[in-house]
């Protein structure tokens, strides 16, 4: 992470020199989507080649299932982008984009019981009040490839308001699972039996998220040009 943000750094200071040297013009914009809320800063490096740094957040809590047990899932989303937006065609809107972002997504999860208070759980049902709770994390990879589309005034254009727009994919990797049990209150044998569902259920959790392999990026959002 450290080595992540050094260069993310370093990138931002090449931006700012870049940027003073050549008298260019800034963009700011402020965007939601699948990212969250967020904002980039834009400069021209070369011809129809503009550069982003941002950053999004987005917490967003919803309910899953495996074949037998249940969960709350919260989700953070917290991405630091570093972009580079190509225009194709002279004095298009249209951009192509690729770049890398620290990936700080994951995945809280807790087991929920069913209304009867009992996890199922292999096939097995468990009482939530002698078996305790079941909480759960996930995983990505912390540097994560970008590559998309979008549509955005491009920086020589003159100055003011427009709307933008990106519809990508975050390559963040397979999701890393692991599930974990506390205050068993029950004999040893059903806690030892339970806690052997438990290391079993977390195959069937990670084949569960599996599908946050590729994150889908879409974000709309308003930019501004000095």
Known sequence: MKTLLAALA????????????????????????????????????????????????????????????????????????ALMDWYPTQGSSFRVTGGLTYNANRINARGRPNAAGQYVIQGRLYNASDIGSVNGKVDFNKVAPYLGIGWGRQLKDEKGWSFSTDIGVLFQGSPKTSLSTSGCSAPAAVCNQFASDIARENAAFQSEVKKFKLYPVLRIGVSYKF
């Open 10 to 81: 370093l990138f931002a200071g090449f931006i700012c020199t870049t940027h003073a040297q050549s008298q260019s013009e800034i963009g700011i914009s402020g965007h939601v989507g699948t990212t969250g809320v967020g904002a980039h800063m834009s400069v021209p490096v070369a011809p129809n080649v503009n550069v982003r740094l941002g950053l999004g957040y987005l917490g967003y809590n919803y309910k899953g299932s495996t074949n037998g047990l249940a969960y709350d899932l919260d989700l953070k989303a917290n991405t630091y982008d």
